[in-house]
């Protein structure tokens, strides 16, 4: 199966730009996707293929990457975007997810 | 407005069985796969199975090959999850989801619970 490697945390004041990453551990080359779960809600989808905007989900959210290496870019940061993130691969089966990358706001 | 509401939830014994079922509204469910996703308690998300748009067509991982089965009926909007000898790990929030062509989870449920435990 396809691994996903994400960091475990990240923490960063409102107004600031963060980047999440996400490194596969084999190519899988821009069937990417990145998701957001509040704490106590079900995951919502962000960024589609990589780079592509979901519908409805703000601008300040983007997404670049191919083969292995992805990131999440989140600017600014608003206090709202206190999350767990995740990436997702559908390159290869089965479908795999990263294991989450937990954002605070100080 | 998209809906997708799962029931079906609750605690379980070791070994048993179970079956979740999922509601659709808002989009035209017989265009779309369809999967099940689980996330243990703290813990990250999990695929479980899909379905292709017409039923003709199933997939699962290793972890509940065997044991679960995925199905759907488009004349009612409803998607199941029939999950059989069901284990401690299988503990976990089980949500809904809507599989696009290229693979991701545009829409989830609410997620419905599920409890292994004797």
């Known amino acids: 199966d396809t691994v996903l490697t994400q960091s475990p945390a990240l923490a960063v004041s409102p107004g600031e730009r963060v980047t999440i990453s996400c490194r596969a551990s084999?190519?899988?080359?821009?069937?990417m996707h990145w998701y957001r779960q509040k704490p106590g809600q079900q995951p919502t989808l962000l960024i589609y293929?990589?780079?592509n905007l979901e519908s409805g989900v703000p601008a300040r959210f983007s997404g670049s990457g191919s083969g292995t290496d992805f990131t999440l870019t989140i600017d600014p940061v608003e206090a709202d975007d206190t999350a767990t993130y995740y990436c997702q691969q559908s390159w290869n089966d089965p479908p795999t997810f990263g294991g989450g990358t937990k954002l605070e706001l100080k | 407005e998209v809906q997708l509401v799962e029931t079906g939830g609750g605690l379980v014994q070791p070994g048993r069985s179970l079956k979740l079922s999922c509601v659709v509204s808002g989009f035209t469910f017989n265009k779309y796969w369809m999967s099940w996703t689980r996330q243990a308690p703290g813990k990250g998300l999990e695929w479980v199975a899909s379905i292709t748009n017409s039923g003709g067509s199933t997939y699962y991982p290793d972890s509940v090959k065997g044991r679960f089965t995925i199905s759907r009926d488009n004349t009612q909007n409803t998607l199941y999850l029939q999950m059989n000898s069901l284990r401690s790990e299988d503990t976990a929030t089980y949500y809904c989801?809507?599989?696009?062509?290229?693979?991701?989870?545009?829409?989830w449920g609410q997620g419905t619970l599920v409890t292994v435990s004797s």
């Open positions: 293929l990589a780079s």
């Open positions: 989801t809507s599989r696009d062509s290229g693979g991701w989870f545009a829409y």
């Open positions: 084999e190519s899988v080359s821009t069937l």
